[in-house]
């Protein structure tokens, strides 16, 4: 996708660089895996890079990736440019935090970057947080104990605000399922939906999207609470 050549654009300066990615689209896979199943895998050399167009989801690349790649140990793994936002609640059913996360899972340090928009095109506000957060994690300002969630809000470069840390927004989606007749008696149905955001107090993800600053989430595994 354009979104991921935008992503590798700005990683081959700073890293040695391999995709393992989805052969098509993968949104709301959120962390399934093809479990029993056969994975297909397509190989290709682009410019030098090793690609794995991978015929499974987010999470399945990672794994294969991590376990397959013999001569390749990634020290970051970074998944996106996803487009559309993945904010508040969007975090357990995106592919995108999964690839992350499941790289995580495994020790490997991992962001998700998302632009909050499903069509626009301009990539550079994303490409310019990749290279600092890279800058970062190579100075080792990024604790090991997190993964990064960065949502850019749908901006030109020179009209973002700026950077915010931020806490996932407590949200759900308001559901639409929106019907349509079918063969016989079948009915044919198409989700949709917005997400709504309880208690806002101006430190979430989504309110600073809608403030035209980037948010950066620190995340962690354990969802125990102690």
Do not use: W
Request: charged letters at 20%; hydrophobic letters at 40%.
């Amino acid at each position: 996708s354009p979104s991921l050549r935008a992503l590798l654009d700005c990683m081959t300066d700073y890293a040695q660089v391999s995709i393992a990615a989805p052969v098509d689209q993968k949104s709301a896979t959120s962390h399934s895996i093809s479990l029993g199943k056969k994975l297909y895998v397509d190989i290709r050399t682009q410019n030098g890079i090793l690609e794995y167009a991978v015929h499974g989801t987010p999470a399945d690349c990672i794994k294969f990736a991590l376990y397959e790649l013999k001569n390749f140990t990634p020290d970051l793994i970074v998944a996106g440019i996803n487009q559309g936002a993945n904010t508040g609640v969007s975090v357990y059913y995106s592919g995108t935090l999964s690839a992350a996360r499941e790289g995580f899972i495994n020790g490997v340090p991992a962001i998700a970057v998302s632009l909050c928009s499903k069509d626009l095109q301009d990539f550079e506000p994303s490409q310019s947080i990749v290279r600092k957060l890279i800058e970062a994690h190579r100075s080792r300002y990024i604790p090991k104990e997190i993964m990064l969630n960065v949502n850019v809000p749908p901006l030109p470069l020179q009209m973002i605000r700026g950077v915010k840390i931020t806490k996932q927004a407590a949200s759900r989606f308001i559901e639409e399922f929106v019907a349509e007749k079918g063969a016989g008696d079948k009915r044919i149905y198409t989700l949709a939906g917005e997400i709504e955001v309880f208690d806002n107090d101006g430190t979430s993800d989504e309110e600073a999207i809608e403030q035209g600053y980037i948010s950066i989430t620190p995340l962690k595994l354990d969802m125990t609470d102690y």
